[in-house]
């Protein structure tokens, strides 16, 4: 009788062998599977640090007015954020179009003023390249919309005397961030003439009686709830010396004004002004020839009484942006609101016709029936306070006043 034990060993052998092989596959797909979760894990929580980043990115980009400054805004937030990001967006975007640069932003201005934030950057797999996949490619999106500082209207007018704002053929300001808020409810509150345009996100009047005439009047509310004073009481106003630091006209063609105060001056022919940075107290009638060019850098325009006044007598090009630090901080101009008398004295102030007028910051002037007269091209980021406003052939494009010194996203807000 033959033995069957070593036929039974040999078989016994083989399924060991075959089991020994399966082992190893199923070990290498375990392997394999977890260390693609592990990937598929890292690649999350990349994903999620590069939106946070795009998100503060985007929101630091919403405060500069130019795209190329947008873009660099953008850029040194996310190099701030994502260790190196600099370098790398360059070498791509240094690469042949054909070969498709895998770090890539993308930075788009919104028909509503908003700004879109696209950023693609490849993340490296650790275990799935063993299968090919080198790389995950993640992709963020982030959209964020600039805001006033003070969180309310760019433009309040307090008066409510009747006819508190006067808008006549010509006029054409245009925003579609900016809101007007008018507290007054005579009869009527506003006139409005033909061949006017008012292209607001709001117009917002506390009273119900007004004067159409004509002309283009978007976002149109009556018995609205206006917002308050956003700046009553809230400025230190400076003690103004006896000793004026500049006085009478000056005649050069080029004229440096220190910070102090400027009592009754003017200058003829048609110089080049510049402001120093700090705090300069207009004292009486500061006079500008038509033709001049103002400069006013990190300026403060402070107005003791309701006679001070800066008059420009048309074709004029100015330029002022308030101070990004210090006590006055954001205000281009004030005036003193401490005195009773003086609030009870409205006086007109009076811009006249320009050839350009840059303006960033708050203006404060409730005690002024302000006037524009045959202004073009004002491009203005304001956050401005009047008793009465008149608009006479005056051409605006102006936004929310937004205080760009600050690293803090509290100036926008995120809406994707």
């Given at each position: 009788?033959?033995?069957?034990?070593?036929?039974?060993?040999?078989?016994?052998?083989?399924?060991?062998?075959?089991?020994?092989?399966?082992?190893?596959?199923?070990?290498?797909?375990?392997?394999?599977?977890?260390?693609?979760?592990?990937?598929?894990?890292?690649?999350?929580?990349?994903?999620?640090?590069?939106?946070?980043?795009?998100?503060?990115?985007?929101?630091?980009?919403?405060?500069?007015?130019?795209?190329?400054?947008?873009?660099?805004?953008?850029?040194?937030?996310?190099?701030?954020?994502?260790?190196?990001?600099?370098?790398?967006?360059?070498?791509?975007?240094?690469?042949?179009?054909?070969?498709?640069?895998?770090?890539?932003?993308?930075?788009?201005?919104?028909?509503?003023?908003?700004?879109?934030?696209?950023?693609?950057?490849p993340q490296t797999n650790i275990f799935l390249g063993i299968?090919?996949?080198?790389?995950?490619?993640?992709?963020?999106?982030?959209?964020?919309?600039?805001?006033?500082?003070?969180?309310?209207?760019?433009?309040?007018?307090?008066?409510?005397?009747?006819?508190?704002v006067l808008i006549n053929s010509g006029a054409n300001v245009?925003?579609?961030?900016?809101?007007?808020?008018?507290?007054?409810?005579?009869?009527?509150?506003?006139?409005?003439?033909?061949?006017?345009?008012?292209?607001?996100?709001?117009?917002?009047?506390?009273?119900?009686?007004?004067?159409?005439?004509?002309?283009?009047?978007?976002?149109?509310?009556?018995?609205?709830?206006?917002?308050?004073?956003?700046?009553?009481?809230?400025?230190?106003?400076?003690?103004?010396?006896?000793?004026?630091?500049?006085?009478?006209?000056?005649?050069?063609?080029?004229?440096?004004?220190?910070?102090?105060?400027?009592?009754?001056?003017?200058?003829?022919?048609?110089?080049?002004?510049?402001?120093?940075?700090?705090?300069?107290?207009?004292?009486?009638?500061?006079?500008?020839?038509?033709?001049?060019?103002?400069?006013?850098?990190?300026?403060?325009?402070?107005?003791?009484?309701?006679?001070?006044?800066?008059?420009?007598?048309?074709?004029?090009?100015?330029?002022?942006?308030?101070?990004?630090?210090?006590?006055?901080?954001?205000?281009?101009?004030?005036?003193?609101?401490?005195?009773?008398?003086?609030?009870?004295?409205?006086?007109?102030?009076?811009?006249?016709?320009?050839?350009?007028?840059?303006?960033?910051?708050?203006?404060?002037?409730?005690?002024?029936?302000?006037?524009?007269?045959?202004?073009?091209?004002?491009?203005?980021?304001?956050?401005?306070?009047?008793?009465?406003?008149?608009?006479?052939?005056?051409?605006?494009?102006?936004?929310?006043?937004?205080?760009?010194?600050?690293?803090?996203?509290?100036?926008?807000?995120?809406?994707?």
């Amino acid at each position: 009788m033959l033995s069957t034990q070593p036929r039974n060993t040999a078989l016994l052998r083989n399924n060991e062998g075959n089991l020994a092989i399966i082992a190893a596959l199923v070990f290498a797909v375990i392997i394999m599977v977890a260390g693609g979760a592990i990937d598929a894990s890292m690649a999350y929580v990349e994903r999620r640090h590069m939106q946070e980043a795009l998100d503060a990115a985007v929101l630091a980009a919403t405060k500069e007015d130019d795209a190329a400054r947008r873009r660099t805004k953008a850029i040194s937030v996310l190099d701030a954020n994502l260790a190196g990001f600099k370098a790398e967006l360059a070498l791509a975007e240094s690469q042949p179009t054909s070969m498709g640069a895998k770090t890539a932003l993308g930075l788009e201005k919104n028909a509503d003023g908003s700004i879109t934030g696209t950023l693609r950057r490849p993340q490296t797999n650790i275990f799935l390249g063993i299968l090919g996949l080198d790389e995950f490619s993640l992709a963020v999106k982030s959209t964020a919309i600039a805001i006033a500082s003070a969180g309310g209207p760019c433009i309040t007018v307090l008066g409510s005397s009747g006819q508190d704002v006067l808008i006549n053929s010509g006029a054409n300001v245009k925003s579609d961030k900016c809101e007007m808020h008018v507290h007054s409810t005579a009869n009527p509150a506003f006139i409005m003439n033909s061949g006017s345009t008012i292209s607001l996100a709001k117009f917002c009047v506390k009273g119900k009686n007004y004067i159409k005439n004509g002309g283009t009047l978007s976002n149109l509310e009556t018995g609205c709830s206006v917002a308050a004073d956003p700046y009553a009481g809230k400025f230190t106003e400076p003690t103004v010396s006896s000793t004026c630091t500049t006085s009478g006209y000056f005649n050069s063609s080029t004229v440096t004004m220190q910070p102090g105060v400027h009592c009754a001056t003017g200058f003829n022919g048609t110089p080049t002004i510049t402001f120093a940075p700090g705090l300069h107290i207009i004292k009486g009638m500061m006079v500008i020839n038509s033709g001049a060019t103002v400069i006013a850098d990190g300026v403060t325009f402070y107005f003791p009484d309701t006679s001070s006044e800066i008059r420009a007598n048309g074709s004029l090009k100015f330029t002022a942006t308030a101070p990004t630090s210090g006590t006055y901080k954001g205000v281009l101009m004030f005036e003193k609101t401490s005195n009773a008398s003086n609030n009870a004295n409205k006086t007109q102030y009076i811009f006249n016709g320009s050839k350009g007028e840059t303006l960033k910051g708050i203006i404060y002037l409730p005690n002024r029936n302000v006037t524009y007269n045959s202004t073009t091209n004002v491009t203005a980021q304001i956050s401005m306070v009047v008793n009465q406003i008149i608009m006479n052939s005056a051409s605006w494009t102006i936004a929310p006043f937004v205080d760009t010194s600050s690293t803090s996203s509290g100036g926008a807000r995120l809406t994707e």
